[in-house]
């Protein structure tokens, strides 16, 4: 297994007088495709991620992989088919953390099942080779019986069609993974601070800091690659201020419920909802994720924050299909993220209009810029994003890897019963660790199935450096359910600590930085009790 300790990471970066082919400034779904596709390619490559890899945007998706049959709708046909190739290549090369999920289009109209058959027979035909399977009208009986739950009240049949659902933020930390596998420097909480420049002003290097010891470090480069979604635009501005915005924030939100909603292994995807936007409800890791909306926004953060009307309209819809009505008591979690769409000219506030094929932008002092796209076509992002830094950077021209390289982790027929699936084949390394400490075996709350073990994981195998790191991104407590993730904070600062030689006041602010955020997943504020910490339950 490849070396993550980062120290040992980080020492890569100390020579002044060495030359990078490429650096990538962006941890998420872009920046790890193009540093696995620079890697494997064999360049010189160093990506730099601000906080943790996948914090923004990449961890906050529907959790499908998908050609975009909301895409299909708008004529966009190289899109869909490009995405829906990706997808098959996807489950090909990562089939651990992607699979084969089935969606029902509930119909209530009496042409609804002659139209969406259609529509959908043409989304699959435009997969080809790597198609999921076919769609197929079922009856109002059928629907009923993958659909328990479903609202019966006019309902007339349905619409049966396959797409891909995955583990966003897992698959990062795969990725981040396989580029250290292929060759490449991968290092989170580095913040690019500046930009350097040749005597012909060309972009030369950049300045980063590590937002852990404050050290800065100067990197020198063939080229830079600005890929951090919805921040492009400060990278740009570093490099010619004034420059007009590039990206078109829009927020999408998700709602968590018990699988109690809706229990079957089916997701229903709503094609039209009042205000005209796409809904899915999807079975994951045992829970229901509804969503998503599209809100059209001025600003853009690390921590975007659910509006109320957003939370209003999941929940107003679920319950015109849903035969038990979700009330925000339900709510187990609420997270939402930020799309960077490329800024349209003129009026922007349709966000659903805006096309979400990625664009790459050349700078005149070289600076590569790539924004839209979707999770789904991350490798052809990285690609392309490559090529256009082989022929800015003048590099050696190579092909790309990518299409058949086998993403870290990569196991096939994994048993999704166990929660361990989506490490893949690091499962059986990683429940080792129980034979270094028994305790580590144990659960870390009643209500969740991570053990001890995946935090020591998290820690000395995944690049995770806090809490937050844990609990959002490596297991998936704070996504799923906020208030056991709260809970569970203290057992994960102290395992945390134990490992990175951290002291008690930093375990402290941990837990107290956690809690904060968490509460901004709840509908309600939440306050773990010193009676319910895990330590004491155990």
């Given at each position: ?7 040992d ?9 060495k ?11 872009t ?29 906050r ?7 975009g049959?909301?895409?299909?709708a ?45 529509g ?20 109002k009986k ?9 609202n ?25 993974q ?64 004034g ?21 079957g ?22 829970k ?14 690390l ?22 009505a ?49 999770w ?26 990518t299409?058949?390289?086998s ?56 690049m ?7 609990l959002?991104r ?9 208030r056991?993730?709260i ?43 010193p ?8």
């Amino acid at each position: 297994m490849v070396a993550t300790n980062r120290s040992d990471i980080v020492k890569s970066i100390t020579d002044p007088n060495k030359i990078w082919d490429v650096v990538i400034v962006g941890g998420g779904a872009t920046g790890l495709g193009a540093a696995v596709d620079a890697a494997s390619r064999g360049y010189k490559t160093l990506l730099l991620e601000q906080a943790d890899f996948a914090k923004g945007t990449s961890s906050r998706s529907t959790k499908l992989v998908h050609g975009g049959v909301r895409y299909l709708a708008q004529g966009d046909i190289g899109l869909v088919r490009e995405a829906l190739h990706e997808r098959g290549l996807l489950l090909k090369n990562a089939p651990h953390l992607v699979k084969n999920e089935s969606f029902v289009i509930p119909n209530y109209e009496w042409w609804g099942g002659a139209f969406y058959t259609i529509g959908l027979t043409l989304y699959d035909l435009l997969a080809g080779k790597l198609g999921f399977g076919r769609a197929k009208h079922i009856s109002k009986k059928e629907v009923i019986s993958k659909l328990p739950t479903i609202n019966q009240k006019g309902l007339r049949g349905g619409v049966v069609y396959h797409d891909g659902q995955f583990d966003d933020s897992r698959l990062a930390v795969n990725l981040a993974q396989t580029a250290l596998e292929q060759g490449a420097t991968v290092l989170n909480y580095f913040r690019v601070v500046s930009l350097i420049k040749d005597d012909q002003q060309k972009i030369a290097g950049v300045i980063t800091t590590d937002m852990e010891t404050d050290q800065t470090y100067t990197i020198k480069c063939k080229t830079v690659i600005n890929a951090t979604g919805v921040f492009v635009d400060d990278l740009l501005q570093m490099d010619k201020p004034g420059k007009k915005p590039m990206v078109r924030p829009s927020q999408g939100v998700h709602l968590v419920l018990d699988r109690s909603f809706m229990p079957g292994e089916d997701a229903i995807m709503i094609p039209k909802t009042e205000d005209g936007r796409v809904l899915f409800a999807v079975p994951w890791h045992d829970k229901l994720v509804v969503g998503t909306t599209d809100t059209p926004l001025n600003e853009h953060s690390l921590e975007p924050r659910a509006l109320e009307e957003e939370i209003d309209f999941i929940i107003r819809t679920a319950e015109k299909y849903l035969s038990k009505a979700p009330t925000r008591h339900d709510v187990l979690s609420v997270f939402a993220g930020l799309r960077p769409l490329a800024a349209p000219e003129g009026d922007s506030s349709k966000t659903k209009e805006i096309s979400r094929s990625h664009k790459l932008l050349v700078s005149d002092s070289g600076l590569i810029t790539i924004t839209g796209g979707k999770w789904t076509t991350y490798r052809r992002m990285g690609e392309d994003t490559i090529n256009k830094a082989i022929e800015v950077g003048k590099l050696d021209p190579k092909p790309s890897m990518t299409k058949d390289l086998s993403i870290h982790g990569s196991k096939l027929n994994v048993n999704r019963d166990d929660h361990l699936y989506v490490y893949g084949s690091d499962e059986n390394a990683l429940l080792a660790l129980v034979n270094e400490n028994a305790e580590w075996g144990k659960k870390m709350h009643p209500d969740m199935p991570y053990i001890q073990a995946e935090v020591v994981w998290g820690v000395r195998h995944e690049m995770a450096r806090n809490v937050e790191d844990i609990l959002a991104r490596r297991v998936r407590s704070l996504f799923l359910n906020a208030r056991a993730a709260i809970d569970m904070a203290p057992l994960v600062a102290g395992l945390i600590a134990k490992e990175l030689n951290k002291d008690a006041a930093w375990e402290k602010e941990q837990v107290a930085s956690f809690t904060f955020l968490a509460n901004g997943y709840l509908l309600e504020p939440y306050q773990a009790s010193p009676k319910s910490s895990p330590k004491e339950r155990m």
